[in-house]
């Protein structure tokens, strides 16, 4: 799957993490969508292991 360099960059915040959905049939700079910001590791961690959709891709980003 490819996700361009400026898209990751886009949704990498300053301090904390990011919770990103990638929807693969989006073209490409547009994939990645914003899920939920956290201030800590372990919350966006958690956030991920509680997401229902398992057809949903999902990664985090920090700084």
Known sequence: MDISAEEKKSFTPDSGF???????FASIG?????????DMYQDALDAKKSRKNPDEYLILYNE
């Open 30 to 38: 547009s994939r990645l969508y914003i899920i939920e910001h956290y």
């Open 18 to 24: 990011n919770l990103v959905g990638i929807d693969p």
